[in-house]
């Protein structure tokens, strides 16, 4: 996974609580493990390491409860329907599909 796409234009992307919320239930460390076990780099921000803005910790870790308490903030608590854009290249695309059926 290089990239998942929210659209502001949307009004509950617009709200910073729902964007943090979608990154609060993304299993970062699982994803890596699955598809570059051993070899994979965690990365949240497109810096590469060694980049002066590369973040050296992630700050997000995957948590379901965090997640809804940020969404029941931003006046969702019920959630919400929608669609995410997942980019994705060869090879990790076929690799991916698994993972994104959960």
Do not use: W
């Not at 990239?3 to 009004?11: F, R, T």
């Not at 460390?29 to 980049?51: E, F, T």
């Not at 002066?52 to 019920?78: C, D, F, I, M, W």
């Amino acid at each position: 996974m290089y990239y998942v796409a929210m659209s502001m234009k949307e009004a509950h992307f617009a709200n910073p609580k729902v964007r943090e919320a979608v990154r609060y239930l993304i299993d970062y460390q699982g994803i890596n493990k699955a598809l570059m076990p051993g070899y994979g780099v965690l990365h949240q921000r497109p810096n590469q390491s060694g980049n002066a803005v590369h973040a050296t910790r992630s700050r997000l870790q995957a948590g379901r409860g965090a997640a809804k308490k940020l969404l029941a903030e931003a006046g969702y608590p019920n959630g919400f329907d929608t669609t995410l854009r997942v980019l994705s290249d060869q090879p990790f695309l076929t690799s991916l599909s698994p993972c994104s059926r959960r």
